[in-house]
């Protein structure tokens, strides 16, 4: 079974306007951590914003949000007045468990965004 | 601080062939991760290297091999090459006992393209 699923293969928003990516997961451990990471097409991968499974408020980072749902184990993104440079892939990611498993995240398909002028 | 960095950007290599790949870790991380992203997929785990031994690995095979250094720099190393190992090999680093919220840092990585 699929841990991350994102099931928006592309999306597309003007410009200014807001945008939210879908993801969802699975897992059974009690302790895990959700990233959303940023891809554009030079390669690299940028960390935008990470939400805990025991943090009662939504993360927040500038003009990015995490809509987090436990009980319905989402956590999708919200990018709000979208600018052209946000036109990229997006990917969410899951650390599960404690101990030494930091360097292992679980990473979703991902989506591609547009933002139009 | 400097961030991570790998070398080569671009590798063309023939199948059968043996590569290295080649990462720095950030400053002050002690933890390397490699992960391999296929063209359109996520990035998929391969292995983590700490205190110079692999303390963790995904679903590849043996031809999959790595190295960790003292200063924390690390090598992937995959021999027989086929045409599916085609693809933008991620290194990150991380700082093992750092809070659980920890990102991980990566780098540009290496595009490889076996023909």
């Known amino acids: 079974a699929q841990k991350i699923t994102q099931t928006q293969p592309g999306m597309f928003v003007q410009e200014k306007e807001a945008v939210t990516l879908d993801c969802t997961y699975d897992t059974s451990d009690q302790s895990y951590g959700l990233f959303w990471y940023k891809q554009p097409s030079s390669g690299e991968m940028i960390f935008l914003i990470y939400?805990?499974?025991?943090?009662?408020q939504n993360a927040t980072e500038g003009r990015y949000s995490l809509n987090f749902q436990k009980a319905r184990k989402s956590a999708n993104l919200v990018i709000s007045a979208s600018q052209l440079g946000d036109s990229a892939m997006y990917f969410c990611a899951m650390r599960e468990g404690r101990g030494t498993s930091y360097g292992k995240l679980t990473f979703g398909q991902g989506t591609i965004l547009t933002v139009h002028p | 601080e400097t961030g991570v960095t790998q070398s080569p950007t671009h590798l063309i290599k023939t199948r059968g062939q043996q590569v290295t790949l080649r990462c720095s870790s950030q400053s002050g991380h002690n933890t390397v991760s490699w992960y391999q992203q296929a063209l359109g997929q996520g990035p998929q785990f391969i292995f983590q290297?700490?205190?110079?031994?692999?303390?963790g690995r995904g679903n590849f095979p043996p031809r999959f091999s790595g190295l960790q250094f003292p200063n924390y720099s690390s090598e992937l190393n995959v021999n027989a090459l086929e045409l599916d190992d085609s693809a933008l090999y991620l290194c990150a680093s991380s700082k093992q006992g750092s809070s659980y919220n920890s990102p991980l840092h990566f780098g540009n990585g290496t595009r490889l393209t076996v023909t």
């Open positions: 290297y700490y205190r110079e031994e692999e303390n």
């Open positions: 939400q805990g499974s025991y943090d009662e």
